[in-house]
């Protein structure tokens, strides 16, 4: 029987610390009920002292969510701890989490009191917390930086006067993996009523090693992980939750498990960056664009064989569609072989290697070789003509004009316009063009990008559609971000058979 790691999510309390990032009550209720579809056991809901903003939050999250305990972080201050008693008072689950600092950087410098004085003072506000509510979880701030002897004096204490779970923050992401791991460890062999409580990691990531002291102190004993949806969080931002859930799930050895559903990890994750406007990294873990994108061509050639030689995660278990085959100079003939036949190409070797030929040609010239360059390397041109071409484009906007485009698009051989209006320019092209496809086109990403930079630089368009439960993809790139994003949209449909 798998051992359960209880996932406390604090996204919406330290994730949300991050400069720009704030969101008001109903974008937190969004995400808070996104985590709990997710699987998540804790939310950290807010503090609810720090503004009127984060108690009414705490208040309303408490309202609708049903499953997570809902917690609110304090001080070890009698005010902060009344009010977040106030706040949770319609959670379902309610768990106050209350703390102070161990170290003696804390110690000496922050609170500029002594070692004895600290432990009296978490002990008061434990006690005062169970007077609220039955699970008092809390932290030892810099923990990480804190001497193993003293923080097992104060953890006892706190487990005595009645805390539920003890949470061991690295807040500075100072600590090595082996160090943080020894440092639970010691807690759990000289902590004498350890047994009573569960062990919390909370791990920034400084140094980047947040996710490694997470996964040392779980293997070390600790059974409850603080992390934030796509590693946000105050500075360099704390443990990734998807992260913690994947190799929990790949790594069966370690007899461990969660109850994340993993299949609505990139879902939740791409809520998160959109609703908080903090782009998650092409190369980031597990959900970043690049995550699951090959361009080697030894990778792509072994990928294309089996998937496991390159992917120890199949990209459908955390909620994205497929791999990804990027052609750029790198990729090998299996490769480009592939996207040849997937496109209705079907060589012999000497065609392949004379399109290969010209393949890398024109691939040190691009950055990467789309669909339509391939097509004009094997010579479908379709007689100079797409099937889909943009031959009119005409938008008005303004700050006190509704945005109006006009789309002339030639549809194998015959032009054809249509108007529309939308909440921007490029809403209204795109309905103008959609009025004139006879299929349902859903758009699921949608990434602009400056090649190099600059007012006039070259605008390049990303685009991701779905028809029927299949995904195509579209390039664009122009001077007119407007055109260039309407010739992504027609090259990503043109693609539909």
């Known amino acids: 029987m798998n051992e359960k790691v209880t996932i406390f999510d604090t996204t919406l309390r330290d994730g949300e610390q991050v400069p720009g990032c704030q969101l008001n009550t109903i974008e937190k209720i969004e995400v808070a009920e996104a985590l709990e579809n997710l699987g998540v056991d804790v939310i950290e809901a807010g503090f609810p002292i720090s503004s009127p903003g984060d108690f009414n939050s705490v208040v309303e999250i408490s309202k609708v969510i049903s499953n997570p305990v809902i917690c609110a972080l304090t001080r070890a201050v009698k005010k902060d701890i009344e ?16 703390g102070i600092g161990t170290s003696p950087y804390h110690i000496k410098y922050k609170i500029k009191t002594t070692p004895e004085e600290i432990i009296n003072r978490a002990v008061d506000a434990v006690k005062y917390a169970r007077k ?11 923990a990480g930086r804190s001497e193993n002897e003293y923080l097992a004096k104060v953890i006892e204490a706190v487990i005595k006067a009645g805390a ?25 062999e000289n902590v004498p009523n350890i047994d009573k409580a569960i062990i919390s990691t909370h791990c920034h990531n400084d140094l980047g090693m947040a996710t490694a002291n997470t996964m040392m102190g779980i293997i070390n004993g600790a ?34 498990s969660t109850n994340i559903n993993s299949k ?45 030689n390159y992917e120890i995660i199949d990209p459908k278990e955390v909620g994205i569609k497929e791999s990804a085959i990027i052609l750029t100079a790198r990729s090998g003939r299996a490769a480009l072989n592939h996207r040849l036949q997937l496109l209705g190409f079907n060589l ?6 004379e399109i290969y030929h010209r393949f890398l040609i024109l691939a040190d010239k691009k950055k990467e070789v789309n669909d339509e360059d391939i097509r004009i390397l094997t010579g479908e041109v379709f007689q100079g003509e797409k099937s889909l071409k943009l031959e009119l484009l005409q938008v008005t906007c ?3 004009t509704i945005p109006v485009a006009t789309v002339g698009l030639k549809i194998n051989g015959e032009v054809h316009t249509s108007t529309a209006s939308g909440n921007g320019p490029i809403d209204a092209a795109f309905t103008a063009v959609k009025q004139l496809i006879s299929k ?30 299949k995904t195509y993809y579209g390039f664009g790139t122009n001077t007119d971000i407007v055109t260039a994003s309407v010739e992504a949209f027609i090259d990503a449909i043109s693609k539909i058979q």
């Open 164 to 188: 539920t779970v003890i949470n061991i923050p690295d807040t500075t992401g100072y600590c090595l993996p082996e160090e943080y791991g020894a440092k639970i460890r010691y807690l759990k």
């Open 223 to 256: 059974r409850q992980v603080e992390v934030t949806m796509n590693g946000l969080g105050e500075r360099a931002g704390n443990t990734s939750l998807e992260e913690i859930a994947m190799i929990i799930k790949s790594h069966h050895s370690l007899n461990l």
């Open 398 to 400: 303004g700050k006190s």
């Open 440 to 469: 349902t086109i859903h758009l699921e990403e949608f990434l602009v990008q400056a090649i190099t930079k600059g007012s006039n630089d070259f605008g390049k368009v990303h685009i991701q559609v779905e028809h029927e439960q």
């Open 83 to 98: 009010v977040a008693a106030e706040a949770l008072q319609y959670a379902k689950k309610k768990r106050i989490h209350t």
């Open 264 to 308: 609505l990890i990139y879902t939740t994750s791409r809520l998160v960056s959109t609703l908080m406007s903090m782009p998650v990294q092409p190369n980031k873990a597990i959900v970043g664009r690049n995550a699951f994108a090959h361009s080697s061509g030894i990778h792509q050639d072994g990928v294309l064989k089996n998937r496991e």
């Open 348 to 353: 012999d070797k000497e065609e392949l290697d």
């Open 132 to 142: 609220f509510v039955d699970d008092v979880e809390f932290y030892a701030e810099d």
